[in-house]
């Protein structure tokens, strides 16, 4: 693998011939920084037999996250069990290459100048967890990179660039149209927590709910941060029947837990897809019964179907654990980029000229299909319920 060294010329970032704007340093990374897990945590693979000939993935997602396990790590999983299974012929494989993106500049500079001047990296995929900026996704185009994403937050690419999963703001649509018919809240809704590293994905998620509600049920911000109990006193005031909960699982928790001790257990709690997560329910516990989700994810966790029981079973013999949010989207990122290099072969150039032509791909999640700027067209958002501390999907989501 040959390596280019990023240095600073002008105004950006240039690797080789490779030029990674300033803007990218600045506005992807995350403050913190920490280990990444154990490497049979991701690849439980590793070690096999090197195969005569390999092309590279590389998925770039927030590794020092402190939700990296349950929710980033199972999408690249799914990439990963993609990748095992499918078959490009004798002595041919495909290899994920993680990226940190909350790595020190510098070093997110280095593996991207790495993955340009490798010519067995042939494509990249957008983990979840974190906001690609413009600047990122136009980088890695401007390689030559066919790009899929599972994150639902950021701008998208070129001809050669798809997404799996809806933008947030979709989220916050479906949450809407389930707040309109919910008697729950025909008293008013409150929205209440946020990002602090992301507030843009909350805003346009509150957004989306005021413009579906259309102003015919009242509609209440609380304070983007606070002690549970003082938001559950300012609920009890506004006289709010529901709750969107913007911010992620802990916080959900506590505040569903504060809700119910304020005497106010009738009141409904929903949130997106951050809240989809296993930590709500052990926090929560029986009190979280009856939570609502937006999420831009499949869940195959109870499917009969034969393909999701495969897929269940294998993931759990890979990885020791139940799929998570976005390990289905991964999979299926994973058999879309196993269906380029098998129609445009296993070139950087071939592979992005074979996504670019794909407008349609039958997966394990459902139909995708494409619009010329790689976005679905129609993206769709699924709704779960807490039951007995297990997500389901309600009917017709």
Known sequence: ????????????????RRRLPAALTLAVLLAACTREPPPDLVDPGRGRPSPAATVRVAVLRPGSAPDFVPRILPAEQGLRLAFDEGALGEGVAVEVDPVDVSAPPEEVARRLGELAADPTAVA???GPGWRPPAALVATLAGA??????????????????????????????ALGRFLHDAPAAADGVCLAGGDRAAPEGAGRVARRIRRELRGEVPLRRLPRRGRPAGLAARVAAAGCGAVVWLGGAEGAAALRRALSEHGLRSVLLLGT???????????????????????PCADVSLSTDPRALRFIN???????????????????????????????????????????AISAHEGLGGAYRFGPD????????????????RWVALPGS
Do not use: N, Q
């Open 144 to 173: 030559g990179f066919a790009t899929v994403s599972v994150t639902p937050l950021g701008a998208g690419g070129g001809p050669a660039w798809r997404r799996l999963v809806a933008p947030v703001g979709a989220e916050g649509a």
């Open 1 to 16: 693998m040959r390596s280019v060294t990023g240095r600073r010329m002008g105004r950006g970032w240039h690797l080789g």
């Open 314 to 356: 294998a993931y759990a013999e890979a990885f020791g654990a139940a799929p998570g949010i976005f390990a289905v989207e991964g999979f299926d990122a994973g058999r879309l980029l196993l269906r380029a290099i098998a129609e445009g072969g296993p070139t950087r150039e071939g592979v992005a000229r074979a996504l670019s």
């Open 273 to 295: 897809d951050r809240v989809k997560d296993p930590r709500f329910a052990e926090l929560a516990g029986a009190l979280g019964e009856g939570t609502v989700v937006a999420c």
């Open 374 to 389: 790689g976005e679905l067209v129609e993206p769709g958002v699924r709704m779960y319920r807490d039951e007995g501390g």
């Open 124 to 126: 990249a995929v957008l």
